[in-house]
């Protein structure tokens, strides 16, 4: 949920062919994790050499991290003005989130082996997981404290725990559902989890996520 | 949480051999993944060389599945003739897991990353945490039952999810700590979270996780 970044100024054929490296590189990590991944497996995928992914991203790490960006802006194109909403909208987005997830397993699938793979030594997505963890629990926890003020209820000492806990029951609920989709409703159970949440820091009361 | 298995029978000294390649391999796939961890990494941090461990677990592979199987013995070995309690007391159970992960970053982290690792194409343990995850949301489901039927309370059509809810919250809380320990209480998260899923099955009531 990161704001949209300016895009680098560069030819349009230059621009889609960065496009297709970073789709073929969602494939591949998703499919191989990083370290699994290699830069010849990207490049086979988009018939290009090895040497040309290099020619456009640098080097591996730097695709990786691009790749994450990429999806980060893929994340809030849907969103009018790339607006990140707060209060209660914020939580309901969150829903249209696990609802749009379930239709595109395989960015998905790379997200959840990244986002895993970068607590291991050295990951050069380290710093981008941590830093996004951090950011959005800081935009949950502000949006727990602007539905309390909305409503008189003075915000609970809970509300970090919260916000890392609906982070945390996304993440985990896709994995589930990656490796059993014919088990795990992704949409529905995400929707239970941040009401059952939600209704935990707001106190008692029917469907706070209804409009 | 599985059952114990039957330890297949070896000289003592093989046992502790054994033991030893099975911290080490938990130490490397945590620091590096399994794609990325070698045996040769392994096998350099017991002493030994590279055939020594394929002496002992015949593969990369199979070394990985008796990992796994290794952490759920550590996982119940604290239970009372390692039974897995039923009802409220599993509740209780996972909250007293978090704080025991809490103490063992180590071992938290190489089932994170192993975990997510296992959705990626052909994954050795994919197999393993596709039925671990249907046990445990099995197992969980289970207690929501037995509480609702203790309190006289229609099960609601909600167990389903919030069983899957509770063990990807466990999942997610455990990046997120991992990445910033400072920032994320894994304990207190986790009960708080555990404490808002029950209580959305079971109505609203006064702390339903006190004993």
Redesign the interface.
């Known amino acids: 949920m990161d704001a949209a970044r300016p895009q680098r100024k560069s030819r349009p054929a230059t621009l889609v062919r960065r496009r297709e490296i970073l789709d073929a590189a969602v494939d591949i990590f998703?499919?191989?994790?990083f370290?699994?991944g290699t830069l010849v497996d990207i490049a086979a995928q988009v018939g290009m050499t090895h040497a040309g992914i290099l020619h456009h991203f640098g080097s591996k790490d730097q695709l990786l991290l691009e790749v994450l960006r990429y999806r980060d802006e893929s994340d809030v194109a849907d969103l009018e003005e790339r607006h990140i909403p707060d209060g209660m909208p914020l939580f309901r987005h969150l829903v249209r989130t696990a609802i749009a997830n379930a239709q595109r397993a395989g960015i998905v699938?790379a997200f959840?082996?990244l986002?895993?793979?970068?607590?291991?030594?050295d990951h050069p997505a380290?710093a981008y997981?941590?830093a996004r963890?951090?950011q959005l629990?800081g935009e949950v926890a502000h949006a727990f404290t602007a539905v309390c003020a909305e409503r008189g209820i003075t915000a609970p000492d809970?509300i970090?725990?919260?916000a890392?806990?609906i982070?945390?029951?996304?993440?985990?609920?896709q994995?589930?559902w990656?490796?059993?989709p014919e088990?795990?409703?992704l949409a529905?159970?995400t929707e239970?989890?941040i009401?059952?949440?939600v209704?935990?820091v707001l106190g008692?009361q029917p469907s706070p996520l209804a409009e």
């Open positions: 998703g499919a191989k994790g370290a699994g699938q959840v082996v986002s895993a793979e970068s607590v291991t030594d380290q997981f941590t963890y951090e629990r809970t970090e725990d919260a890392a806990s982070l945390a029951v996304m993440d985990g609920l994995v589930q990656l490796l059993a088990r795990v409703d529905r159970a239970f989890a009401e059952a949440i209704s935990s008692p």
